[in-house]
């Protein structure tokens, strides 16, 4: 099956910025949507921002201006831009694919942001 590595969290200082990726283990045939998610400390996972086949986006109220999501189809990738980060950012942010009815998930990469 399809693997996804994640790569670029780290830790950042708030208003800092954070460049994620995602890159598909093998080149995918067809349409596909990706996208990012995050799951903080006690709290349940949520939807980050998401991005179609013909480069729609949608983005969580609470990102919205700071982040931006992209995808290079030829990559196999997703990126996940992550400007003027706040505390709230903290968390494993995970990467998504959905090819038709099938969802696949890569294992996380955290994002901590603190002074």
């Known amino acids: 099956q399809v693997q996804l590595v994640e790569s670029g969290g780290g830790l950042v200082q708030p208003g800092g910025s954070l460049r994620l990726s995602c890159a598909a283990s093998?080149?995918?045939?067809?349409?596909?949507?990706m996208g990012w998610y995050r799951q903080a400390p006690g709290k349940q996972r949520e939807l980050v921002a998401t991005?179609?086949?013909?480069?729609?986006?949608r983005y969580a109220d609470s990102v919205k201006g700071r982040f931006t999501i992209s995808r290079d189809n030829a990559k196999n990738t997703v990126y996940l831009q992550m400007n003027t980060l706040k505390p709230e950012d903290t968390a494993n942010y995970y990467c998504?694919?959905?090819?038709?009815?099938?969802?696949?998930w890569g294992k996380g990469t955290l994002v901590t942001v603190s002074s």
């Open positions: 998504n694919i959905r090819i038709g009815l099938m969802n696949y």
């Open positions: 093998e080149r995918i045939r067809g349409l596909y949507a």
């Open positions: 991005i179609t086949s013909t480069l729609s986006t």
